[in-house]
């Protein structure tokens, strides 16, 4: 059985920062890339951030490039992401997810690859 299970999230000033994690467990070598999605109040869930776990390539979304960083501990299996700079519209629920089907966490992740979330407000 896959869990996923978020930490970290909370009320943050705008230009602080948070490190979320994600401790996972049940993953075997079916799935290809882990990452980082949030939803805001209101809006579509988005991508945010992905690592490649076979050769550790990692993206991001444009408007979090230089202010995030995803990583990795396999022998913890554990995913991090470091935030830095937040901004208001970085608030939002964020989830971690295992794509078992792309590299890029572009695919399409079944129910059970997800966490439960953990909520991060960006607010003076």
């Known amino acids: 059985q896959v869990q996923l299970v978020e930490s970290g999230g909370g009320l943050v000033q705008p230009g602080g920062s948070l490190r979320l994690s994600c401790a996972h467990s049940?993953?075997?070598?079916?799935?290809?890339?882990i990452g980082w999605f949030r939803q805001a109040p209101g809006k579509e869930r988005e991508g945010v951030s992905c690592?490649?776990?076979?050769?550790?390539?990692?993206y991001y979304a444009d408007s979090v490039k230089g202010r995030f960083t995803i990583s990795r501990d396999s022998a913890k299996n554990t995913l991090y992401l470091q935030m830095y700079s937040l901004k208001a519209e970085d608030t939002g629920v964020y989830y971690c997810?295992?794509?078992?089907?792309?590299?890029?966490?572009?695919?399409?992740?079944?129910?059970?690859?997800w966490g439960q979330g953990t909520q991060v407000t960006v607010s003076s």
């Open positions: 997810a295992a794509d078992p089907g792309s590299v890029d966490c572009s695919g399409d992740i079944p129910d059970d690859y």
């Open positions: 049940g993953l075997t070598l079916d799935y290809y890339a």
């Open positions: 690592v490649d776990i076979h050769d550790g390539t990692t």
